[in-house]
């Protein structure tokens, strides 16, 4: 019976010591904080990329061949007087094949050539000129235009300064209607942009043109970059 007694005695001031430490660290790792959300859009294109294509269609390969060169030559003297750095023109793509009825027994209808280039302008205030130029100047395929961020860090950078004055000044005016202030920020956590893959814009993908059209009918557009943060700031 004593001994049983012994052990109880042990046990509680084992308990003793135990517990005030154990309510010591809860206090520590629970302070009395506010959690928020934060976030920030920032809208902006600071380039564009053209990828414009020109198909020639004759009988005589070598005709349609001239007939392709000299649009494209066009269009590169277009691009080049709009101030399109060379490095930023590219051709990307040159085909040349028979074309073919679609009757049981295919007839050789002619030929076609197809060249493919991409141009990348800088100055965004130069888009619709060129665009519309191109067309009259005989583009007849837009394969792609896709508005971009030359500099997406400094943007993000941006915008996340921005949700965190956001987040800042939300919990401040939660605190206020609670009748507290906030205090020194207890936790940062920046949150992923789910619907956000890449700072870049794509309008169209493939879509053809009237061999005559005379004015460009894609809009312009901009990027957008968010940032998201949720911060914790203790409550005095």
Same mark, same amino acid.
């Given at each position: ?35 928020? $959300?934060?976030? &920030?859009?920032? *809208? ?14 004759? =009988? ?10 000299? *649009? ?6 277009? &691009? ?18 028979? %074309? ?6 295919? =007839? ?7 060249? $493919? ?40 950078? %941006? ?5 965190? *004055? &956001? ?20 936790? !940062?956590? %920046? ?7 890449? !700072? ?29 943060? *949720? ?6």
């Amino acid at each position: 019976m004593k001994r049983k007694l012994a052990q109880a005695a042990v046990i509680l001031a084992f308990c003793a010591t135990l517990i005030p430490s154990l309510l010591a660290q809860d206090n520590c790792n629970h302070p009395r904080i506010i959690s928020v $959300t934060g976030n &920030a859009e920032i *809208r902006v294109a600071d380039e564009v990329s053209l990828t414009l294509g020109v198909d020639s269609h004759d =009988k005589d390969l070598a005709v349609a061949k001239v007939d392709n060169d000299k *649009r494209i030559k066009k269009l590169l003297t277009l &691009a080049h007087a709009a101030g399109v750095d060379p490095k930023n023109i590219q051709t990307s793509a040159l085909t040349m094949g028979p %074309e073919y009825s679609d009757e049981k027994i295919p =007839k050789l209808l002619g030929y076609q050539v197809s060249q $493919t280039v991409t141009v990348t302008l800088t100055d965004l205030s130069k888009y619709e000129d060129l665009m519309t130029n191109s067309l009259r100047g005989g583009v007849n395929r837009v394969d792609g235009i896709n508005f971009f961020v030359a500099d997406p860090k400094k943007y993000r950078e %941006e915008a996340r300064l921005q949700a965190v *004055r &956001a987040a800042r000044e939300k919990a401040r005016a939660m605190a206020a209607e609670l009748g507290q202030t906030i205090g020194k920020p207890w936790e !940062v956590t %920046e949150q992923p942009d789910i619907d956000a893959q890449d !700072v870049t814009a794509n309008f169209g993908m493939r879509y053809k043109m009237p061999m005559q059209q005379e004015q460009s009918t894609v809009a312009g557009g901009e990027v957008t970059v968010r940032a998201f943060v *949720r911060v914790s700031f203790q409550l005095e």
